[in-house]
């Protein structure tokens, strides 16, 4: 299963392997406070495609898009991802006040596609041509 939460809010026993998804550190947090158990910044968008977007509400489907492309570019560093989402419970967090346009929701979104094609048990699948 897989679950996006902002990074303010409080840790809760059924979260499971809680990620950060951000490029950089949330503003406000303290790194000895914010229990997480990876923080993947190559996973984020990238610096280029982060400034574009900008939170704008308005560009989130290009925002979307442009993103997926990355995703499906670099597959060794979502991949891992799978099997805590198989076997358990991956919390995505983020530090956007927007809770539904944001980069974990679109991660999420992309990791759940990749499982739902995978099925019970697959090889890495080519992406050669998606961006």
């Known amino acids: 299963m897989i679950q996006c939460k902002r990074v303010y809010a409080p840790r809760e026993a059924g979260?499971?392997?809680?990620?950060?998804?951000?490029?950089?550190?949330?503003?406000?947090c303290r790194k000895d406070e914010l229990r997480l158990d990876d923080w993947p910044r190559e996973l984020a968008p990238s610096a280029e495609l982060r400034k574009t977007f900008h939170h704008d509400a308005e560009r989130f489907d290009e925002f979307r898009l442009h993103y997926r492309?990355?995703?499906?570019a670099h597959p060794e560093h979502w991949w891992p991802l799978l099997d805590k989402a198989r076997?358990?419970?991956l919390?995505?967090?983020?530090?956007?006040?927007?809770?539904?346009?944001?980069?974990?929701?679109?991660?999420?979104?992309?990791?759940?596609?990749?499982?739902?094609?995978?099925?019970?048990?697959?090889s890495p699948v080519c992406y050669a041509g998606e961006r």
């Open 15 to 28: 979260d499971g392997y809680r990620i950060l998804v951000d490029r950089l550190w949330p503003r406000g």
């Open 91 to 122: 919390t995505l967090l983020f530090a956007a006040r927007d809770e539904q346009h944001n980069n974990a929701q679109v991660l999420a979104e992309f990791l759940e596609e990749e499982l739902d094609r995978q099925g019970p048990s697959s």
């Open 69 to 72: 492309a990355e995703l499906a």
């Open 87 to 89: 076997n358990g419970t």
